[in-house]
Nanobody, 128 residues
Framework: QVQLQESGPGLVKPSQTLSLTCTVS??????????WSWIRQPPGKGLEWIGY???????YISPSLKCRTSISWDTSKNQFTLQLSSVTPEDTAVYYC????????????????????WGQGTQVTVSS
């Protein structure tokens, strides 16, 4: 079975850069026609789609986060990463990586049913 696992710091100070890694097992992020997304859920809010990298290395970032967000990959480790700069307390959320067979709609709200595999999520708190 395909498995995804998020890793990274649980606490980040304001103005710093958040860096998270999603490690994928059971599938190659470059071989099959899949989209690999980062999604987050702030406290008391719904799922927010951040962006994706697809099987060809093409990335797309939500317009609301594009100016300070990048997604990249390390194909030798079958990993893709999220970097979110200049973080504020508003970036506090549970962060997920997930796979979908179709291109995620470029909307703020992420639909859980669009993705066939999810990581378990990792809590990230932005605080001084």
């Amino acid at each position: 079975q395909v498995q995804l696992q998020e890793s990274g710091p649980g606490l980040v100070k304001p103005s710093q850069t958040l860096s998270l890694t999603c490690t994928v097992s059971g599938d190659s992020i470059t071989t099959d026609d899949y989209y690999w997304s980062w999604i987050r859920q702030p406290p008391g809010k719904g799922l927010e789609w951040i962006g994706y990298i697809n099987y060809s290395g093409i990335t797309y970032i939500s317009p609301s986060l594009k100016c300070r967000t990048s997604i990249s990959w390390d194909t030798s480790k079958n990993q893709f990463t999220l970097q979110l700069s200049s973080v504020t307390p508003e970036d506090t959320a549970v962060y997920y990586c997930a796979r979908s067979s179709r291109r995620p709609p470029p909307t703020i709200v992420a639909l859980r049913s669009h993705y066939d595999y999810w990581g378990q999520g990792t809590q990230v708190t932005v605080s001084s």
